[in-house]
């Protein structure tokens, strides 16, 4: 073989190895980037776990505290609707005790059992007098000197009561919501 054969077959020779020695340094490095590729996304892989993981347990915390409040708030409610169940029954007791009571006035003032009278002032009426400007003096159960008292219909009484009655229900009734708006409020 001549020199120029020889030459020619070690630099083919050359050639080849290098580019063996290319494609085994690019398999090398390939290898290396894909082992690093896999490696990031198993980092990854695991970063996302840990934040799956923490936001669950925010999630679970943040869930306990909001059923922890639903709690606290059905029990403040229930206690409420005791307190204004209690406010009730007591609202209707003092309406049915008046009512009661308005009823006793009303049967003592149709039996004639009981006659509402009125104060009236006894220089408004110009009746004659011997006593010369002197009242009498006061009887032993009122407290007005000399008194001058005009007894009242008993149809009129019974319609004044009629009217007490609605007024006290309404205070009664306004009491009542009184106290509902103080324990709403509170």
Do not use: F
């Amino acid at each position: 073989m001549s020199a120029w054969a020889t030459r020619l077959l070690v630099v083919a020779a050359l050639l080849v190895a290098c580019a063996a020695g290319a494609r085994a340094a690019w398999m090398w490095q390939a290898n290396a980037y894909r082992t690093q590729l896999a490696q990031q996304a198993d980092d990854y892989g695991k970063q996302l776990a840990e934040k799956d993981r923490a936001h669950g347990l925010e999630r679970e915390k943040a869930a306990a505290a909001a059923l922890d409040r639903l709690d606290e708030q059905r029990k403040a409610r229930g206690a409420l609707e005791a307190r204004l169940q209690e406010q009730a029954q007591t609202h209707w007791k003092e309406m049915n005790d008046a009512q009661q009571a308005q009823a006793r006035l009303r049967d003592r003032l149709a039996s004639s059992d009981l006659r509402l009278s009125v104060l009236v002032d006894a220089g408004a009426i110009a009746a004659p007098s011997c006593d010369g400007g002197v009242r009498e003096a006061a009887g032993t159960g009122g407290v007005v000197h000399g008194a001058v008292l005009a007894q009242l219909d008993p149809a009129h009484a019974q319609r004044i009561i009629a009217i007490t009655d609605e007024g006290d229900r309404g205070l009664i009734a306004l009491q009542a919501c009184q106290a509902y708006v103080r324990e709403v409020t509170q």
